[in-house]
Each structure stands twice: as structure tokens, then as C-alpha cells.
């Protein structure tokens, strides 16, 4: 019989795949576990239960969630919905403006900031700018286009000839290539800028021409408005060396466009000056319809087959470079704008089962992508979108199917650890501001505006204070005929039902918090028999397990008989109904019994109390026998 003494003090391979229970040569397995579920890992090993969601608001459907930080001191959140746009300032709503969208618009909906103002795009949808005057004034505008850039769609030999050279002039084509949605739309002949008044038929359309043209012969030197309500709109958008730079349209999805400098409506070429406008396709051997453009230390365009740089320092006419860098793509059914983390771009990939690290090596001078969900790609379920919390160093990304996945990143550390969140709904999208995380979580059929709170243990949770207890809190009607877990005065209370908005606690209170509860869950990988029994299968028995915790409150273990709160052992004695206090030292549980299954966990953490837990390590006593 042989006695083997475990310690486990580091939780920094996070939540490991199924795939990879058979594996405990890797690094991952001595630091991952099997199951994390609403914990976040600490850069130091231990894990801590992580923090309720606070309600905000309701909205009136599905929504995408965007940052809008003006200054240091004035940041809002705008969520756009089916023709409408809120502004959330802390959690007040600020402002409400009718917008052109629709709900079915949402998922391709791309957008970029600068200053005051943002800019918002969709292929179907003429480009919007959103600016900001004042807290409570916002507009919707379109692009005040000064050169709308061009592009020649018809056949090479198709011709024009102009019935006049100055003032209102007929165009006839040689070929059909006139449609009715070309009205106010600019085209240019033979150099020179026309804007098409009237569509008479497929082969000809009147125009002003501010310019005289050169004269009355056909002309094959023509092109018509690369975006149009024709030809579609742009698909995304960034600025990138005081360029706003366009990334792709509905007809022409692997095109990029660069504004004149400083000029960022400006898209005329001109004689390719270093300031002028820059204008070029993606051409290789596979589709690349552009899915995002990312200013980071180059110009990254993220498409549907690949990831691209695009170099020149600065970028002209004359020194602008592509070169495609890796062939991992992007989703295409909806836009999923990658986000910076230490300088490197991470996106989502578009198989649904990776979360790619797009990063710069200075040996090789290029750009490599590296899948940070290797190890978890159980938790991929076709990211639908993300959100980094600097402060915390957490990735959020939220799945088609509603889960959270949380990626813990502290490179310096070699943290890169994933973790589930789960909760009494489904997330549907995400945005961070300052390290205040946002979410849009479907409930009951609803969708509700929430953020993370350090204070709340609890999800879709509001609180209330009253200089006098009292057993009745009203304004809970967003969680109407749910089921509640409560903290009063900061001690649990049973769990009550919201009745007509309010609820009624079994005895008074002077604060309150309630919400709907979540689980927090850590269940450790199989323990590493093979280290000494070769691989031999032999009954085992768990004699002790030492939980070392910090400022915990509570902590249940199941050892084999059920979950069980771990007593605490305190100098003082704690009252009754009072708010627990927090411990922080060694726990110890014993364990009776053999049992044959070594894949069967040794202990498993699992509770739903509202109340704080920080785990260090855990230690554990086993024997095993032949």
C-alpha cells in the first residue's frame, strides 16, 4: 500500500478538453482542472468566484453592444437595436434616437470611433455617422461623402458616348449597364466627375457634368461609384494613419479603400500623390471577402480565407504592400470585430472552434496565429462576440449558443487559462469600457442590459438600502414570478418568489440584495496514477483534502457523500442570521472508502451560496493498493 501526498497550487491551464484527460505528461494537466464554471483564475494560480451581474435596463430585442469613450471622465455604452439607438451613461440612459437599421442588420453591423463620432456601416445600409454634442444630444447622420471612390463593374469594351460635353449630358452604352438605383450616384468619364440625375433605360441615363468632358466620341475610360445603393455599402471600417480605411463592400468584398490623408471622406486617387487615396484588391489563390480591418502596428485585414498586412511606414500610393500572412479566416454569417490584447489582435476563427492570436515575431518579420483555445476547444461554440477587460485581464467571449467562455491572459505569468460562465440565460453580446464589462442576456424571453458588479454574488440583481428594515422590496418587475436568492444585511436568506414586482423576506432588513443565483463549480482532473503504477488500474481512497482558502465566506465539497459545507474553524463564535464572516487558513475534510474508478473526481467544489470565495490550493492525501 502506498501513500501518495498531492498539492495542487496552480489553476493556470484553466478548464482542459475532454480530448485531453488521457494526457498528464502535458504542462496543462498539472495546472488545468476538468470543470470551472463561474470562477476566474488569478494570475498568482488560485481562482476566485467571480462577481454578479447588475441589471441595467431592458431592451426592446436582440442588440449589439458598443464602447463610445470620449474622454477619460465622459464614457457611454450605445446599444443598437431594431431601429433605435440607446446611450447608456454609468447605468442611466442618456438619450434615444431612431436609426435606420433593422434587427436583421445586427449581426453585420460594423463600427470604428474617432473623437465625438462614430462610424457605423452594413453592405445594405448607406454608411451612418453617429455624433455626440453633449450627454444627453446625439445624431444620426450619412457619411458626408466628399469623393465617393470608383470602379469600372462592366465589360472593358463597353463605351459611353455623351450627347454633349458640359451641362446636362445623355450617356448611351454600347451594352445594358444602367439601373434605376444609379439616380444621384457619382460616375466618372474620361477623368472627369458626373453625377447621374435620371435612368431612362438599361443603356441610358442623364448626368450634370461639372467638369467639361474632353469631347463627344465613345469612351471606354469609365467607371461608376464603387459604393451605391446599387452596388452595396462598405462592410467595415477603422482609421489607420490618419486614413479611414474601408474594408470590402457587398460587390466588391475583397477591396480596401484608403481615404486622402486627413481627408477621411475623400476616397479620389487622384495622380497617386502620397496623401491621395489608395485603392486595391485582394487577389490569391482563394476567396477573401473582407471581415475586418484592424489598426494595430500594421494595417490587419482579417477575411474569410485569411489574415493580411498591409505595410508601408507611412502608407502611399507608392510604398503600400500586402502580403497575406496566415490562412486561418473569419466568420462570415456575422461580424465579430477582433480586439487588442498586449499588442496582439485576437479573432475568432471561422470554423466556430478557435480563438486566434494574430501576433508579430521580430525574427521572422511576419505574423503568426496561435490558437489560445488548444487546450479548451469544448468551450468554442461559435463566438458571436467579444469583449477584453484590461483591469481584470479577462477575454469574454460570447457563443451562438449563449454560453460564456472567459479567458484569463497574463503573458508575463504564462497565464492563458479558460473558464465557463454560466447563468440563468444566454449571452448574446458583449462590450467593455474602462473595465466595466457589459452584457445583452436573453431571460425568459427578454433581453436585458447587465453588467459585471464586484459588490452582487448574485445575476440580474439589484440592491436597496432604508434607513429603517424593512421585510418588503418592490422594483424587481424585471424578474416577476422568478425565483430569487436574497442577501440581507449580508447574510443568505431563503430563497423568495417576485410577486407584482416586489418580494417579501422572512424578517426585516436594512439592506438587500437579490437576484437570480448562479454555480460556482471546481472539479479537478483525475489524479496521475500512471507516476506510480505504470498503467495499471488500482483501487484508490482520498483520505484527506486540505482546501487553503482566502477571505472565503463559504465553501461546500463534495468527497463522495454529496456536497457538504466545510466548517471553518474560527476563534470567535458567529451569530446567528448575522453576515458570515470571512475566513482565511487551511480547511480540512476526511474521506471514507475505496472506490475503483480513477477517472471518477477526487472532490468536486460546487455551490450556489451568494457569498465570496478565493481558492489558493488544495492538498491532498491519498493511498492506493494492488
Not at 463592400?249 to 475623400?266: K, V
Not at 486561418?328 to 499588442?343: C, E, H, K, T
Request: aromatic residues 8%; hydrophobic residues 45%; glycine residues 8%.
Amino acid at each position: 500500500m502506498a501513500e501518495i501526498r498531492s498539492i495542487k497550487t496552480s489553476f493556470t491551464a484553466g478548464e482542459l478538453s475532454p480530448e485531453l484527460l488521457g494526457r498528464a505528461d502535458l504542462r496543462a494537466y498539472g495546472n488545468g482542472a476538468r470543470s470551472l464554471r463561474n470562477v476566474f483564475i488569478q494570475s498568482t494560480g488560485g481562482l476566485t468566484r467571480g462577481p454578479g451581474l447588475r441589471h441595467i435596463a431592458s431592451l426592446p430585442g436582440p442588440a449589439r453592444l458598443v464602447p463610445f469613450e470620449f474622454n477619460t471622465e465622459q464614457t457611454y455604452l450605445i446599444a443598437l437595436t431594431d431601429g433605435l439607438m440607446q446611450v447608456f451613461m454609468g447605468d442611466a440612459q442618456v438619450a434615444q434616437v431612431a436609426a435606420p437599421w433593422t434587427g436583421a442588420m445586427l449581426p453585420q453591423l460594423a463600427w470604428t470611433q474617432s473623437a465625438d463620432t462614430l462610424l457605423v456601416c452594413h453592405p445594405d445600409l448607406a454608411p451612418l455617422r453617429v455624433t455626440r454634442t453633449g450627454h444627453t444630444a446625439w445624431t444620426i447622420a450619412f457619411w458626408p461623402f466628399i469623393e465617393v471612390p470608383t470602379h469600372r463593374f462592366a465589360a472593358p469594351d463597353v463605351t459611353l458616348t455623351p450627347s454633349a460635353v458640359s451641362g446636362s449630358v445623355i450617356f448611351t452604352a454600347s451594352a445594358p449597364v444602367f439601373d434605376a438605383r444609379h439616380v444621384n450616384t457619382v460616375m466618372r468619364v474620361a477623368g472627369k466627375r458626373c453625377f447621374i440625375t435620371a435612368v431612362a433605360s438599361a443603356t441610358q441615363a442623364t448626368a450634370s457634368t461639372p467638369d467639361p468632358l474632353p469631347g463627344l466620341t465613345a469612351t471606354a475610360d469609365w467607371q461608376e461609384a464603387a459604393l451605391s445603393p446599387l452596388r452595396g455599402w462598405p462592410v467595415t471600417v477603422c482609421f489607420h494613419q490618419d486614413r479611414l480605411v474601408i474594408g470590402g463592400s457587398r460587390d466588391l468584398p475583397n477591396r480596401l479603400w484608403l481615404s486622402q490623408t486627413g481627408d477621411l471622406f475623400n476616397f479620389a486617387t487622384g495622380t497617386g500623390l502620397d496623401d491621395q487615396a489608395i485603392s486595391f484588391g485582394l487577389m490569391s489563390d482563394q476567396v477573401n471577402a473582407i471581415r475586418g480591418v484592424f489598426s494595430g502596428r500594421n494595417l490587419q485585414v482579417f477575411t474569410s480565407g485569411g489574415e493580411w498586412m498591409v505595410s508601408g511606414d507611412p502608407l502611399t500610393p507608392a510604398s503600400i504592400q500586402l502580403t497575406r500572412q496566415t490562412r486561418i479566416g473569419s466568420p462570415v454569417a456575422r461580424l465579430v470585430p477582433p480586439v487588442d490584447v498586449d499588442g496582439s489582435t485576437i479573432f475568432a476563427a471561422r470554423t466556430g472552434r478557435g480563438i486566434y492570436e494574430f501576433t508579430y515575431t521580430d525574427v521572422q518579420q511576419a505574423y503568426q496565429a496561435n490558437d489560445l483555445a488548444l487546450v479548451a476547444a469544448h468551450l468554442m461554440r461559435t463566438p458571436v462576440g467579444m469583449a477584453y477587460d484590461q483591469v481584470r485581464r479577462l477575454l469574454h467571449v460570447a457563443m451562438a449558443d449563449g454560453s460564456l467562455a472567459t479567458l484569463t491572459v497574463y503573458r508575463t505569468e504564462q497565464v492563458i487559462a479558460w473558464t465557463a460562465q454560466e447563468t440563468q440565460g444566454a449571452s448574446r453580446a458583449l462590450a467593455e469600457i474602462e473595465g466595466v464589462f457589459y452584457a445583452a442576456v436573453e431571460r425568459a424571453g427578454t433581453i436585458r442590459l447587465e453588467r459585471f458588479d464586484d459588490k452582487l454574488a448574485l445575476d440580474a440583481a439589484l440592491t436597496g438600502s432604508a434607513a429603517t428594515p424593512q421585510d418588503r422590496w418592490t422594483g424587481l418587475g424585471h424578474l416577476e414570478g422568478r425565483s430569487v436568492g436574497v442577501l440581507a444585511d449580508q447574510a443568505p436568506r431563503p430563497d423568495a418568489t417576485i410577486i407584482t414586482g416586489a418580494v417579501t423576506l422572512d424578517d426585516v432588513a436594512g439592506t438587500v440584495q437579490i437576484g437570480l443565483r448562479f454555480r460556482h463549480v471546481v472539479e479537478p482532473l483525475p489524479p496521475e496514477l500512471l507516476t506510480a503504477l505504470g498503467a495499471r488500474a488500482a483501487p484508490l481512497r482520498l483520505v484527506s483534502v486540505t482546501f487553503r482558502v482566502l477571505d472565503t465566506a463559504a465553501l461546500a465539497v463534495d468527497v463522495g457523500r454529496g456536497p457538504e459545507p466545510v466548517p471553518f474553524r474560527r476563534l470567535d463564535t458567529p451569530l446567528l442570521d448575522a453576515a458570515p464572516a470571512r475566513f482565511t487558513g487551511d480547511a480540512k475534510l476526511r474521506a471514507l472508502g475505496w472506490r475503483r474508478d480513477a477517472w471518477r473526481p477526487l472532490w468536486r467544489i460546487e455551490d450556489d451560496t451568494p457569498l465570496p470565495l478565493t481558492l489558493l490550493s488544495v492538498t491532498t492525501e491519498m493511498r492506493i493498493t494492488d
